[in-house]
Structure formats: C-alpha cells, structure tokens
C-alpha cells in the first residue's frame, strides 16, 4: 500500500509541476502565440513598414468599398480603435460587414496593405428563419453588443 | 468496485455480453444522427450548406480530446496501482484517439477553406491539435518500440501523462489567445449559442462517437487479453 | 414523392448533391469519417478474430503435448 501512495504522490506532484512549467511557458511566448493582433494592439505600438502583421478584427459596417481594379478597401475594428485596410483579391464566402475578419500584410503609410484576408466566423449558428427573427424582435443587437463584449468575434487575447 | 471489472477474465465475459448492444446503439445513434444532419436540419444563417461538415468535425475533434483523457486517466492507474487492464485500456484508446484527432484536423481543413479561406493556419487552436495527434502517434510508437512490454508500458504512460497538459490547451487556446478558429458553441458558461434544431444532430453524433470507441475499445481489449495470454503460453511452451 | 415529376425529383437530387456549392467540402468530410471509422473497426475485429485463433490452436498443441 506504501509503495502506491508513493507512487501517486510523486505522479500528482510531477503533473502539477508540468502544469506550472507549461503555464509559465505559454504566457512568456504569449506573442507569439496570438494568431492576430488586434487594431488597438497596432495602434498603441508604433508599426515599422517592413515588418509583416496580422491584423484581425470586425470589418466595420458600412467601410467595404470595391473598386475597379479589383481592390476593395474596409476598415477593420475592435469597436476602440480602427484600421484602414486595402486589399486586391479573391475575398472569403463568409467575409461580410459586422463579421470577424483576419488580413495578413504591412503597412505603406496609414493604410494596412493586405495580401491574404481570411474570414473569422462566429460560435453562434442557426437557420436564417431564427436569425431573421432575433433581427425582427430586436434581440440581436442585443446578443451581439453582448457578444463583442466578451471579446468572443474579437478573439479573447486583444481583451 | 475496481478490481471487479480488473479482473480480465471477468472482463472477458461481461464484454462479450456487452458487445452487440453496444454495436446496435452505435449504428442507431449514428443513424438518426445523419439522418437528421444530412436530411432534417437547416442550412445555417452564415454558412449555408457547409454547416452540415460540423456534425462530424466537432464530434470528432471532442472524441480526440476525451480518447486523450480516457487514455491518461488508464494510464495513470496502470503506473499508480499497477492494473494490467488498466494498461490494457490505455493501449486499446490509442488508435481510436489518433483516428478521431486525424478526422478533426482533416474535416476542420476542408471546413476551413470555404469559411475562412485556407486550409490550414498555425493559431493555437489548430497547432494544439496537431500536436495532439503527435502525441497520440509518439505514444504507440514507443508502445510498440520495447521488447519488454513491461517497460514500453511505464515510458508511454508517462509520455501520456505529460501530454496531458496538452487537453486544456486545446480546449481553452480560443480562449486565451486570439485564434482563427472561433470559440466554444456548446460546452460554454452560458449555455450553447447553437440553435435547437442544429444541436440534435450533432449531440446525437457525438453520442454515437462515445458508443463507437467503447464498441472499438471492447474488442480491442478482449484481443491484447488474448494477446497477453498467448504470449505467456509461448514463454511457457519455451521454457517448459 | 409520387406527385413530383421525374425531372424534379433529379433537380432535388442534384440540390442536395451539390450542397449550394459545398458539396466538394461536405462529402469527402462524412465520407473520409466513415471509412476510417469502418476500417478502424474492421481492422480491430480482424486483429480479435486472429488472436482467438492463435490461442486455440496454442491450447491444442499444449494439450497434445500433456498426452
């Protein structure tokens, strides 16, 4: 009986060090890890032109502007701060105004110049009749200003 | 309680009882499950048709996670108490978690490309489960490495159990970082943002899942019992 | 189904074929699962059936060897 309770002893007590160690790890490369930064992330550090970043966020409503040489400019935002964006290109089923939205390029001066913008779709799924319902009653600004609250079409990391 | 199902001749003979109920729930449960999936639920507001890629991606993805735990667990009690099913169990998870973690990684890519508009991004979400299915394959690499079963056993358990930290990475990494791959639906603190009518499907999939790696699992077990006691036979046959 | 003509049973057949587009995404998902699930299974079952097999003919060359 000894020999098992030593034996779990020391098994509770290397998991428990292996949790602390990974814990410490994950939030040191935290950087690293996040897939995107958010607009205020860009924003409150100053952007260097060479470098290459992700920039995600929701595609502000009313912003997408498709011009003639199949460029389409949007602005993407976390609802603090706000980031012109121009892209040339194929754009995603699901990107849409109001939706999540992931661009990969650099800055030429004020503008994100993207080369790959990817759609970043939402937990919440339900037929179009339910959906047009929710709009209907007016319960869905209301689930989705709470929504953005909690960070969920934003990403946790950028709250 | 545990020693009574420890015991693999007992084991032997519940299974085989057990067995063809749970086949039957199994091909049940998927039925109505693709039934109602393919042919009884709605197109979503967002994802159209695609959506219906969800009521294997997600169950999949969650059987991966849970084969994982099953697996540490079993693997604990082997190192701990030294129960030979325990390691049994743990041998048998394997290749049922490997399949559903590839399954995950392969539905949420062709899931993907039409949503998101790629196959494959490196967010936590995805590399986590990709690591996944590295530990699943590490582990019956190095099972199946030993001469001596004893000792492929201790090492793999042990690789088992420190990849268990690997589970709630996964499970949180939408969460705590900024992902890709959007959060939980389903298990989450307020309750599922998933309409009714798209839930039955997929918890009648996920069900069907579970019973499937506990169909698979029953004959696997039985087999290494078997397994076990043939190559004891051998030993003795040599020494005898 | 008896009251739809034949050309708009094929159409619906065609629809849900095509899943609105999807259907190059939405088969080969349900499809690849199937057939690992079905393999996995199978291949489990084979590996039992092998073992029993094993361990009979071991048995009887054990009991010929008592006699």
Partial sequence: ?????????????????????????????????????????????????????????????????????????FRITDMANTVNVSYRGILP???????????????VSDVFTADEVLAKHDENYMPPEVADALKKSGKWNEMSSKMKKQGHVLGGGSQ | MLHRFANPTRFLRIASIAQPWIAWATILLAGTGLYLGLFNSPADYQQGESVRIMYVHVPAAWMAMFCYTSMAIAAGIGLI????????AAKATAPVGACFTFLALFTGSLWGKP????????????????????????????????DDPARGTKSSSILVLVGLINVPIIKFSVDWWNTLHQPASVLRMDGPSIDESML??????????????IWVLLVRIRAEIISNKIRILRLRQVHG | MGSYKDGKVMDQIRDFINMEGYGGYVWPSYLVTAGLMIILLVITRRFLKA?????????????????
Avoid at chain 1, 93 to 107: H, I, M, S
Avoid at chain 2, 81 to 88: E, N
């Fill in chain 2, 115 to 146: 949503m998101w508009g790629t196959w494959w991004v490196w967010d936590a979400r995805l590399t986590s489960m990709l690591v996944l299915l590295f530990l699943y394959l590490g582990y019956i690499a190095l099972i199946n490495a030993f």
């Fill in chain 2, 200 to 213: 039955w499907p997929l918890l009648l999939m996920a069900l069907a899942f579970k019973t499937y790696y």
């Fill in chain 1, 1 to 73: 009986m000894k020999r098992k309770h030593k034996r779990l002893t020391f098994v509770g007590l290397a998991l428990l060090l292996l949790a602390t160690a990974a814990a410490l790890t994950l939030s040191a490369f935290e950087e690293s890890i996040v897939f995107f930064q958010s607009p205020t992330d860009i924003v409150t550090k100053s952007v260097s032109p060479n470098k290459r970043y992700r920039l995600g966020g929701l595609v502000e409503e009313g912003s997408v502007r498709k011009k003639d040489d199949a460029v389409v400019t």
């Fill in chain 3, 51 to 67: 073992n029993m097999a094993t361990l009979e003919a071991l048995e009887n060359t054990a009991k010929e060897d008592v006699e």
């Fill in chain 2, 81 to 88: 108490w030294k129960h030979p099913l325990a390691d049994i």
């Fill in chain 1, 93 to 107: 089923d699901l990107f849409r105004e109001g939706q999540g939205v992931v661009t990969e390029g650099f800055f």
